[in-house]
């Protein structure tokens, strides 16, 4: 019970040091280019000794692959925990439970979102979320009613109306969230898109 109980808490103390070294380096960016960011100054900020970063890190830049790997992998559970349903007749009109929950997602990670979105000169991450939307459209597309449809065009095109929408509600969630709430948006963006097919 005790080896237990003191592999809990280190466990706890090794998630609380990669918080702060995280947050250091989001904070950085939000002042900074990537490039310019070096491991001195994420240790500064965290308040840490280079060895305790090295113990956790190989350089800035496996940090930074694991806060984009950490953050996709919690956004590939919304998706996976939350299906679109926008074109279920029974569904008209009210929000799309996945348009909503990323809203809500985004909404609790909005300073990292924002700050991966915009300032990885890579676009590693901008590029991976796109990815993980467009695979969950194809998903969609194959269970709905859509795959049966004769549709004015190609399905490979609404794939990418589908998901570039849903990039753009995402975007445009980060610059304007202080004018709706998650649900207002995502019912907007929920209207928009029923009304495109």
């Known amino acids: 019970m005790e080896e237990q109980q003191y592999s809990f808490d280190i466990d706890r103390r090794v998630l609380k040091t990669r918080s702060f070294i995280n947050d250091a380096l989001l904070t950085l960016l939000a002042e900074n280019s990537f490039d310019n960011i070096t491991v001195r100054a994420i240790c500064d900020l965290a308040m840490i000794n280079r060895s305790t970063f090295y113990s956790h890190y190989v350089d800035k830049f496996d940090l930074f692959n694991q806060l984009i790997e950490g953050k996709l992998k919690l956004f590939s559970a919304v998706l996976n925990n939350h299906p679109f349903t926008f074109m279920n007749e029974k569904e008209t009109l009210k929000v799309d439970p996945c348009f909503y929950h990323i809203l809500l997602h985004v909404n609790e990670n909005a300073v990292s979102y924002k700050l991966l979105l915009e300032h990885d000169d890579t676009k590693v991450f901008a590029k991976s979320f796109a990815r993980l939307i ?15 449809l004769e549709h004015s065009g190609p399905s490979k095109i609404f794939k990418c109306f589908l998901t570039n929408t849903i990039v753009s509600m995402v975007n445009n969630w980060l610059q304007y969230k202080h004018q709706y709430t998650p649900y207002e948006f995502a019912l907007e963006y929920t209207q928009i898109v029923q009304k495109s097919i």
């Not at 467009?134 to 049966?148: M, P």
């Open 134 to 148: 467009e695979e969950s459209v194809i998903s969609y597309l194959g269970d709905s009613a859509y795959a049966s």
